[in-house]
């Protein structure tokens, strides 16, 4: 709920002093209310109204990163229920768990897999970013090992500390400070540590307590005591009991504007599934019902990969289609004798056709137009899919000098703009595909049997 | 600050739909708050899940570790009857999409598995509207008062679907293709057929995880808050949510079956999520292991 400016008006001293550098109280009201000053400029402002100002300007949940750079993990800042509302803003960290009574084989193997697992899809890089280090040993030794093995082995790899004993997370943060771990829990039993142990404020820490209500003191305290970058864990003992801790945190930081429950939440499927596929399917519940940091102990290739994919679809804007590159894909090593099927750039378009041209097993390509994001109909209906500029991509596409034949397929519809289109491709012959990507596998094998006949 | 928790109370309740004959029926729907918000509300019956069963070939769901579902029964009333007595599934779909024999043999064989098992039964069409206006009204006169849940209905079709549901006494799933607003028009026409309330299902038309996902997603969550939160009575119909399909034919799915039934399970979750009040899944892995996350983590133990 944005402050207006005239309101904020109304309640300074308006003796238009010029202290904060503007000429008037008016000028300084709406230099505020934009947050492009910041209250303390005015020093006879009311306190009251300065916490409300700063209270109004600063997301209603807090942003938190977790290490450095452009690895640096970014939670928080969201500011919807639901994804239709308008956008789910920064995707959970997915962090995959090591303790340190794992053998030094386990923990080199696990590091590797998380550095090997990135995938690609939509233009898009997917990989889960942190490693969750565990003192379950007792020995603090043994934990500043795994961590030291972790600076060394993974470079980028973001870093939560987990450990009961609150030395062992304060010796261990004094090596891995520059990466900027979170240090987790801080509960009743260590908080006093922690505010005097903590010397750096701004460290990420994960608060942990048996239910919302207890949490909300410790972090109070730590807020007054300077603390800003806090993850919840309200410690909910099975999904259902997590679907209602995280709905009722976000619902009190977006609807009551509860500060004191206005930062993102760490979960851990890890905790409460005994079987890998079980720990999957929590960690996909998790990522739908507004979890900050989801912290599992098994990741694989099959595993991993779909929980990246809900996770994108997810976070995707609804506000914004979502596109892929403009370009000629290959499909099944296409040679010059190869059909050519064209359609737009809208991700699902994509997605439909080439899925049914790679089962096809025809050797294919296929040239993706930019159309915004747009579907076929969209497109043509606003004028980004019609002759003129297809014809035109076409020319610039490159598509010519890769076939040693000029006919194009088109989606079926559209196939009212086949006289234009050839028109302004004199030198193709313009096919009208199927409506439904489902045709598209009988269609191309036809094609490559015209396209084989009239080569020989 | 005292913290006091955010309860919201709904003003509108979802329909109860009862599915199958007398004995063993299966209710679904019924809430008066958001999936899984039993601390602000009372779910009855919690989401249900469906085994689907092709009515011409069935797929071999072999894998190394999690059971055995080779050399299934080409048989469809063999195949429903080991799924019942190896899985205890509650409710069976018959699918007949792509299937290539005439309609008065797709009928025949519907009936059949009709006849053999006793638990509730779902048929889902071929999707082809003019098929589907003969096949499933014809089924609907053969097996009266069994209860079946019949569709797609499209706004193609309804009518002659919805006749006949209203003549047998069966229930119908109305689709429309990712629309909101199209749902409520196709429920309002429906009712307008004679249909009650409680015997519409809605199928806002599920696509799978990567493939589109997010839309479904968007559009049942969007549905189940205009039914609590506006208490609009015509979208307040469970929510039906058929995945299988979908989610095996993705190159995701066929390349590793491990990790197509981690991209079904994870598309069942997901619509559960959001609202879905019955999933038809293909693969009984799936069925195994989201039933386990359903009953193990997304019970209610107070309530029970």
Request: proline share 5%; aromatic share 8%.
């Given at each position: 709920m944005p402050i207006k400016g005239t309101d904020i008006q109304k309640r300074l001293p308006g003796t238009n002093c010029k202290e904060c550098g503007l000429p008037t109280c008016f000028g300084f009201a709406m230099k505020l209310a934009t947050g492009k000053l910041k209250p303390d400029a005015c020093p006879y402002i009311a306190q009251s109204l300065r916490e409300e100002i700063e209270n109004l300007l600063t997301p209603p949940v807090k942003l938190v990163v977790i290490g450095t750079g452009e690895q640096a993990l970014n939670i928080g800042e969201e500011e919807v229920m639901f994804r239709h509302e308008k956008t789910f803003f920064h995707p959970p960290g997915l962090a995959l768990l090591i303790s340190d009574t794992e053998t030094d084989a386990e923990i080199t193997a696990k590091i590797d897999k998380l550095q090997e697992l990135q995938f690609k899809r939509v233009g898009m890089e997917l990989r889960a970013e942190l490693l969750a280090l565990q003192s379950l040993s007792g020995e603090k030794a043994k934990f500043i090992a795994l961590v030291e093995k972790v600076l060394s082995q993974a470079a980028t790899a973001g870093i939560v500390l987990i450990a009961k004993q609150f030395d062992h997370l304060l010796a261990a943060q004094e090596i891995c400070n520059d990466r900027k771990p979170l240090l987790y829990p801080i509960t009743a039993a260590n908080i006093d540590d922690a505010i005097a142990g903590l010397n750096e404020r701004a460290t990420p820490i994960g608060v942990q307590a048996e239910g919302i209500e207890e949490l909300v003191p410790l972090v109070e305290k730590l807020r007054s005591a300077g603390f800003e970058q806090i993850v919840l864990d309200p410690s909910s003992k099975n999904l259902i009991e997590a679907i209602r801790d995280q709905t009722l945190i976000r619902r009190a930081a977006l609807k009551k504007d509860f500060r004191l429950l206005g930062f993102p939440t760490i979960t851990f499927p890890c905790f409460l599934a005994k079987e890998a596929q079980e720990e999957v399917l929590l960690a996909a519940s998790l990522i739908a019902k507004y979890a900050g940091i989801i912290v599992v102990r098994n990741i694989k290739r099959h595993s991993l990969f779909p929980l990246l994919v809900e996770?994108?679809?997810?976070?995707?804007?609804?506000?914004?289609?979502?596109?892929?590159?403009?370009?000629?894909?290959?499909?099944?090593?296409?040679?010059?004798?190869?059909?050519?099927?064209?359609?737009?750039?809208?991700?699902?378009?994509?997605?439909?056709?080439?899925?049914?041209?790679?089962?096809?097993?025809?050797?294919?390509?296929?040239?993706?137009?930019?159309?915004?994001?747009?579907?076929?109909?969209?497109?043509?209906?606003?004028?980004?899919?019609?002759?003129?500029?297809?014809?035109?991509?076409?020319?610039?596409?490159?598509?010519?000098?890769?076939?040693?034949?000029?006919?194009?397929?088109?989606?079926?519809?559209?196939?009212?703009?086949?006289?234009?289109?050839?028109?302004?491709?004199?030198?193709?012959?313009?096919?009208?595909?199927?409506?439904?990507?489902?045709?598209?596998?009988?269609?191309?094998?036809?094609?490559?049997?015209?396209?084989?006949?009239?080569?020989? | 600050m005292v913290y006091q928790p955010a309860i919201d109370i709904y003003s509108g309740k979802i329909e109860e739909v009862i599915l199958g004959p007398g004995g063993n029926s299966v209710r679904i729907g019924g809430e008066d708050t958001l999936p899984f918000h039993s601390f602000e509300g009372v779910l009855p019956n919690p989401p249900k899940l469906a085994l689907e069963i092709c009515i011409t070939k069935q797929a071999d769901w072999t894998e190394e570790k999690a059971g055995d579902f080779s050399n299934l029964p080409s048989e469809p009333a063999d195949l429903a009857k080991k799924y019942i007595e190896e899985l205890g599934i509650e409710i069976i779909a018959l699918q007949f999409a792509g299937a290539a024999i005439s309609i008065d043999e797709m009928a025949k064989r519907a009936i059949k598995v009709i006849k053999a098992v006793d638990i509730p039964i779902i048929i889902y069409g071929t999707g082809v509207s003019e098929q589907d206006q003969i096949l499933l009204p014809q089924i609907a006169a053969t097996c009266a008062g069994k209860g079946l849940l019949l569709g797609p209905a499209k706004k193609e079709n309804y009518r002659e679907i919805a006749a006949a549901c209203v003549a047998y006494d069966q229930r119908v799933i109305a689709q429309t293709p990712l629309d909101v607003n199209a749902a409520k028009q196709l429920n309002i026409m429906l009712i307008k057929e004679g249909l009650a309330a409680d015997q519409i299902v809605i199928d806002p038309l599920s696509s799978a995880l990567g493939y589109g996902m997010e839309y479904t997603y968007s559009v049942m969550e969007r549905i189940k808050l205009a039914a609590l939160v506006h208490n609009d009575k015509m979208m307040q119909m469970p929510i039906i949510a058929n995945i299988g399909a979908e989610c095996w034919k993705t190159k995701e799915a066929k390349e590793d079956i491990t990790q197509g039934v981690l991209w079904e399970g994870i598309t069942a979750l997901c619509f559960i999520l959001a609202g879905a009040n019955i999933v038809l899944l293909k693969s009984p892995h799936t069925y195994k292991l989201t039933q386990q996350i359903l009953s193990k983590h997304l019970t209610d133990v107070e309530a029970n």
């Open positions: 996770r994108m679809n997810i976070y995707t804007d609804p506000r914004r289609p979502m596109t892929v590159e403009e370009k000629v894909y290959e499909i099944n090593s296409p040679d010059a004798a190869a059909p050519v099927i064209l359609t737009t750039n809208f991700a699902l378009t994509y997605f439909a056709v080439s899925s049914e041209m790679e089962a096809s097993k025809v050797p294919s390509f296929l040239c993706i137009q930019n159309t915004e994001g747009l579907c076929v109909l969209a497109a043509w209906s606003t004028g980004k899919f019609a002759a003129d500029t297809i014809a035109s991509y076409i020319k610039r596409s490159g598509i010519a000098d890769k076939i040693n034949h000029r006919n194009l397929i088109i989606p079926g519809y559209v196939a009212q703009i086949k006289g234009e289109l050839e028109e302004e491709l004199p030198d193709w012959q313009i096919i009208v595909g199927t409506r439904e990507a489902s045709g598209i596998p009988a269609l191309l094998k036809r094609q490559k049997q015209l396209l084989e006949l009239s080569g020989s | -």
